[in-house]
């Protein structure tokens, strides 16, 4: 039987983290009674340098529930993506699946049966998925669907409406784990893995305690980590600005040629108009180019593994 880590990262979660501890412990009591998981499978709490006494809390759940809770102290506060990579990596190493979600119970932990469920139908990866979000603020929502949109329009794949509950198997955190670059979006290097994959849907609940780690400042620099760490089109757009411009300069070419002619014009206009949008044009075209070069360096850099081989079928004896 397969065994399941459930993967937690927390900061600053003294509120919640007894009564998660106790839920996913009811659900994993629950998948080891219906024989979908093994009797040895457990939660990894990762304390992501907490300042509040998370990591005392996560000491006593591992003292009560020895094999069903265990825990990973980081030496400090990294953010919520790296904890989360910490953990699952740590996880690869002690289980056969894994299970990440949230430490305030915003995801819905009855849904993880499904999820398993899907896993022994042969996908590799699980999302979950959110319904509505009814719970949000009208401008979290918003904003959120906004981000989201933004990312498809620059070709950044990604899942609609999917943060960080999903189940990955073994050999996709592996796979995962050869992603070395140092500028973590989660999400958006999970479609890039390949393999079988389904969603499971359900509806995000309010906090159970606590409040969000998420204030506005880190959900915007996600943001643009999603975007600056997948896409170098913003590039393509400044060189297509310039190509643009210097076809409009071809215009203003015409319309300052006509106007000289027909001398309708301040002595030195027409050489100067034509200067300003010829030599703009140029200089985007310019810093647009120098941009393609380094945005292929920046790919480069990042060593991303180029292909995920899942099987080969090899001449038999
Ligand atoms: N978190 C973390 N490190 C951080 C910030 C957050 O490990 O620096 C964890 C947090 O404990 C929680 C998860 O990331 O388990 C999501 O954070 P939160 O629920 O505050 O975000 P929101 O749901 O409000 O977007
Ligand atoms: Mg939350």
Redesign the pocket.
């Known amino acids: 039987m397969d065994k399941l880590a459930i993967v937690?990262?927390?900061?600053n979660?003294e509120e919640v983290l007894k009564i998660a501890s106790e839920a996913l412990r009811g659900v994993l009591d629950d998948l080891v009674r219906k024989e979908k998981i093994s009797a040895d499978s457990f939660i990894l709490f990762?304390n992501?340098g907490s300042k509040d006494r998370t990591w005392e809390l996560i000491e006593e759940e591992h003292s009560t529930y020895p094999v069903q809770v265990c825990g990973v102290k980081l030496a400090g506060?990294v953010?919520?993506q790296y904890?989360l990579t910490a953990g699952l990596i740590t996880a690869m190493e002690m289980s056969d699946v894994t299970i990440s979600i949230?430490?305030?119970l915003?995801d819905d932990i009855n849904v993880i049966e499904d999820m398993i469920d899907k896993f022994h139908e042969g996908n590799d990866i699980v999302y979950g998925v959110r319904k509505e979000r009814k719970t949000d603020t009208f401008f979290k929502r918003t904003t959120a669907q906004a981000f989201y949109k933004l990312m498809k329009l620059m070709g950044v794949k990604t899942v609609y409406n999917h943060a960080d509950f999903r189940l990955m198997s073994k050999r996709a955190v592996e796979q995962f784990s050869k992603y070395r670059e140092s500028n973590l979006f989660i999400r958006g290097m999970i479609p890039l893995i390949g393999y079988q994959t389904d969603s499971v849907y359900y509806d995000r609940k309010e906090?159970v305690a606590g409040e969000?780690?998420?204030p506005l400042k880190k959900m915007l620099a996600l943001a643009f980590n999603g975007i600056s760490s997948f896409s170098i089109k913003p590039i393509s757009m400044i060189m297509g600005m310039g190509l643009f411009i210097v076809f409009i300069s071809v215009l203003a070419a015409v319309y300052a040629l006509i106007s000289y002619a027909t001398g309708h014009v301040v002595q030195g206009w027409t050489s100067l108009i034509l200067s300003i949008w010829f030599l703009g044009g140029l200089q985007l075209l310019a810093i647009g180019l120098v941009g393609q070069y380094i945005g292929k360096i920046y790919i480069e850099v990042k060593q991303r593994p180029r292909f995920n081989i899942e099987k080969v079928l090899s001449p038999e004896e």
């Open positions: 937690v990262p927390c900061y979660e990762v992501d506060n953010g919520h904890a949230d430490a305030d915003q906090r969000s780690k998420y």
